[in-house]
């Protein structure tokens, strides 16, 4: 493939060839492109279009929704829904899944999604985004609740937008990640990032600091050890960024390495972490592991807990693959 003019529909062919789902799946991630495409062009507008701001309304976890929360919701209800390919969805801005059973035949999917993830930069301009988990819907029924509380392991695709400089799509299917840019003006996605490698090594980590009074021993140990930098056990300096947008943060690291935490703290002792397995966790730590990272709850393999709840939280330890393995060490450690 010529790098640069391949778009995602000519991308989408080569690796779903196959079985008819494969050829649906191919599909159903062109419709989400087509989303994609109208969140970014809102998000480009901002203030212009009207959509800054927030609403009086709150989501299921008590958090203000935005107006944009809730147009890029629309946004992919309306295309999920007219594309027909999709039985049932989830979303952070709904408590419960939404069933598509008015459709001839239910669809083959069941997506669960954020679709404006990081929502508290939307005001201030900085990058927010869109990430999205497929897994298989149930054949010859509809699906019930059970059908979409499967380990992040069986997810078919996965994927995230992030609405920053320029727009990107970056996805899997099982076969690598890559990653797409927005092109404007043919309204494409092109292939700009194809297989891309997160580096083992990393002199860089992702944690908002503001937290370190609540964090557990074993995170403590390994961000006091960065910041001791070269005369510490480390022999190194190392680098600190967060942008509080999971996505963004995500991007930098598969596009040049690092670690990114959100783990389990005391602060909120019944919450056992911050960010939402079914659709922050899951679908990032698949991109992360086919991109050669890995993705840790710090005791285990994010993909491989089992779920009990849409809504559900869970510690999050990603990117460079040694790092990780070192974090999740510590905490083995106790
Ligand atoms: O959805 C949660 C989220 O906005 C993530 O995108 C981001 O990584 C995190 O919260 C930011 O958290 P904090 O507000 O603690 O910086």
Same mark, same amino acid.
């Given at each position: 493939?010529?790098?640069?003019?391949?778009?995602?529909?000519?991308?989408?062919?080569?690796?779903?060839?196959?079985?008819?789902?494969?050829?649906?799946?191919?599909?159903?991630?062109?419709?989400?492109?087509?989303?994609?495409?109208? *969140?970014?062009?809102?998000?480009?507008?901002?203030?212009?279009?009207?959509?800054?701001?927030?609403?009086?309304?709150?989501?299921?976890?008590?958090?203000?929704?935005?107006?944009?929360?809730?147009?890029?919701?629309?946004?992919? *209800?309306?295309?999920?829904?007219?594309?027909?390919?999709?039985?049932?969805?989830?979303?952070?801005?709904?408590?419960?899944?939404?069933?598509?059973?008015?459709?001839?035949?239910?669809?083959?999917?069941?997506?669960?999604?954020?679709?404006?993830?990081?929502?508290?930069?939307?005001?201030?301009?900085?990058?927010?985004?869109?990430?999205?988990? *497929?897994?298989?819907?149930?054949?010859?029924?509809?699906?019930?609740?059970?059908?979409?509380?499967?380990?992040?392991?069986?997810?078919?695709?996965?994927?995230?937008?992030?609405?920053?400089?320029?727009?990107?799509?970056?996805?899997?299917?099982?076969?690598?990640?890559?990653?797409?840019?927005?092109?404007?003006?043919?309204?494409?996605?092109?292939?700009?990032?194809?297989?891309?490698?997160?580096?083992?090594?990393?002199?860089?980590?992702?944690?908002?600091?503001?937290?370190?009074?609540?964090?557990?021993?074993?995170?403590?140990?390994?961000?006091?050890?960065?910041?001791?930098?070269?005369?510490?056990?480390?022999?190194?300096?190392?680098?600190?960024?967060?942008?509080?947008?999971?996505?963004?943060?995500?991007?930098? *690291?598969?596009?040049?390495?690092?670690?990114?935490?959100?783990?389990?703290?005391?602060?909120?002792?019944?919450?056992?972490?911050?960010?939402?397995?079914?659709?922050?966790?899951?679908?990032?730590?698949?991109?992360?592991?086919?991109?050669?990272?890995?993705?840790?709850?710090?005791?285990?393999?994010?993909?491989?807990?089992?779920?009990?709840?849409?809504?559900?939280?869970?510690?999050?330890?990603?990117?460079?693959?040694?790092?990780?393995?070192?974090?999740?060490?510590?905490?083995?450690?106790?």
């Amino acid at each position: 493939m010529h790098l640069g003019r391949t778009t995602l529909s000519q991308f989408l062919i080569q690796q779903l060839k196959g079985s008819d789902q494969q050829a649906a799946l191919a599909d159903l991630l062109v419709d989400i492109a087509a989303a994609v495409k109208a *969140i970014s062009s809102m998000t480009a507008k901002g203030a212009l279009a009207g959509v800054l701001g927030s609403l009086e309304s709150q989501n299921v976890q008590g958090e203000t929704q935005k107006k944009l929360d809730l147009l890029s919701d629309k946004a992919f *209800i309306n295309t999920f829904h007219l594309g027909g390919l999709v039985a049932g969805m989830a979303s952070e801005e709904n408590e419960h899944p939404i069933v598509f059973d008015d459709l001839e035949a239910p669809g083959a999917f069941l997506a669960v999604f954020d679709p404006l993830d990081g929502s508290s930069n939307i005001d201030v301009n900085v990058s927010v985004g869109s990430i999205f988990s *497929i897994l298989k819907a149930p054949e010859g029924r509809l699906p019930g609740l059970a059908d979409f509380l499967r380990p992040g392991k069986e997810q078919i695709a996965a994927g995230y937008a992030v609405y920053g400089p320029s727009t990107m799509l970056v996805l899997t299917v099982g076969q690598g990640t890559h990653g797409f840019t927005l092109d404007r003006e043919m309204g494409n996605f092109i292939l700009t990032h194809p297989n891309i490698q997160i580096p083992a090594q990393t002199s860089e980590f992702a944690i908002n600091t503001s937290n370190e009074r609540f964090w557990e021993l074993p995170v403590l140990r390994y961000i006091e050890e960065c910041k001791a930098g070269k005369t510490g056990p480390r022999g190194r300096d190392f680098n600190m960024r967060w942008i509080a947008s999971m996505v963004a943060d995500v991007h930098r *690291i598969l596009m040049r390495g690092g670690v990114f935490m959100y783990p389990r703290d005391t602060k909120d002792p019944s919450k056992p972490g911050r960010l939402r397995l079914m659709y922050e966790a899951n679908p990032m730590s698949l991109v992360v592991e086919q991109a050669g990272g890995k993705a840790s709850t710090g005791h285990g393999r994010i993909l491989e807990v089992q779920p009990d709840q849409i809504h559900q939280r869970v510690p999050v330890i990603l990117g460079s693959s040694e790092e990780v393995d070192r974090i999740a060490g510590y905490h083995e450690a106790g």
